[in-house]
């Protein structure tokens, strides 16, 4: 019985990840990079896999500089490739190790088409449609799909966005 109630105890890094990602979205984003960063300072690079991969993911939203977009998400999907489904399962509400990928690969190819990197773009955008079959047939899963399809319509043949307005596909969040 205390196993199961220490499972489903709220986990204080989750809460606290969340409330500066509620920060951010309320569009202060220079404070949300700072907490993200004393965050990152008590989590250390060695971490709970879960929590660096949540907290790179959002934290990578954060950023100005498409470089250090690319970073963030870089170390999102390295903590991910730690993470098993049993770290998972003891967050509620969270997804299989497998659904992550799709929205982290997403991810990493909008970040290199703003880099001009058509080559890795359309490598990450490969490997965020292969991993789509993970996904659930629910609303998540719908705009991660979604989302992968418009980035491979603006990409054009030659690996370059077609036309001059062209803006990435929006981030996708677990």
Same mark, same amino acid.
């Given at each position: 019985?205390?196993?199961?109630q220490? &499972? *489903?105890?709220?986990?204080a890094?989750?809460?606290?990840? !969340? &409330?500066v990602v509620?920060? %951010?979205h309320?569009?202060?984003?220079?404070?949300?990079?700072h907490r993200?960063?004393d965050?990152w300072?008590?989590?250390?690079?060695? !971490?709970?896999p879960?929590h660096r991969c949540?907290?790179? %993911?959002?934290?990578?939203?954060?950023?100005d500089? =498409?470089?250090?977009?690319l970073?963030?998400?870089? #170390? +999102?999907?390295?903590? +991910?490739?730690?993470?098993?489904?049993d770290?998972?399962?003891?967050?509620?509400? *969270?997804?299989?190790?497998?659904?992550?990928?799709?929205?982290? %690969?997403?991810n990493l190819?909008?970040?290199?088409?703003?880099?001009?990197?058509? @080559?890795a773009?359309?490598?990450?955008l490969?490997?965020?449609? *292969?991993?789509? !079959? +993970?996904?659930a047939d629910?609303?998540? @899963?719908?705009?991660?799909?979604?989302a992968i399809s418009?980035?491979?319509?603006r990409?054009?043949?030659?690996?370059t966005?077609d036309?001059?307005?062209?803006?990435?596909? =929006? #981030? &996708? %969040? =677990?």
């Amino acid at each position: 019985m205390a196993e199961r109630q220490e &499972q *489903t105890a709220p986990d204080a890094v989750m809460s606290r990840i !969340g &409330q500066v990602v509620m920060l %951010h979205h309320a569009g202060d984003r220079e404070e949300a990079r700072h907490r993200f960063l004393d965050l990152w300072a008590e989590i250390g690079e060695d !971490g709970d896999p879960l929590h660096r991969c949540t907290l790179a %993911h959002y934290m990578a939203d954060a950023q100005d500089d =498409p470089s250090d977009e690319l970073a963030w998400d870089l #170390r +999102a999907l390295t903590a +991910a490739e730690e993470l098993t489904d049993d770290r998972l399962a003891e967050h509620e509400g *969270t997804l299989a190790v497998r659904a992550l990928y799709p929205s982290l %690969h997403l991810n990493l190819a909008a970040d290199y088409v703003k880099l001009d990197r058509a @080559g890795a773009a359309r490598t990450h955008l490969r490997r965020a449609r *292969t991993a789509a !079959g +993970a996904l659930a047939d629910d609303s998540y @899963g719908d705009g991660v799909r979604a989302a992968i399809s418009r980035l491979e319509l603006r990409l054009g043949d030659d690996g370059t966005p077609d036309g001059d307005g062209w803006t990435p596909a =929006p #981030r &996708q %969040h =677990p």
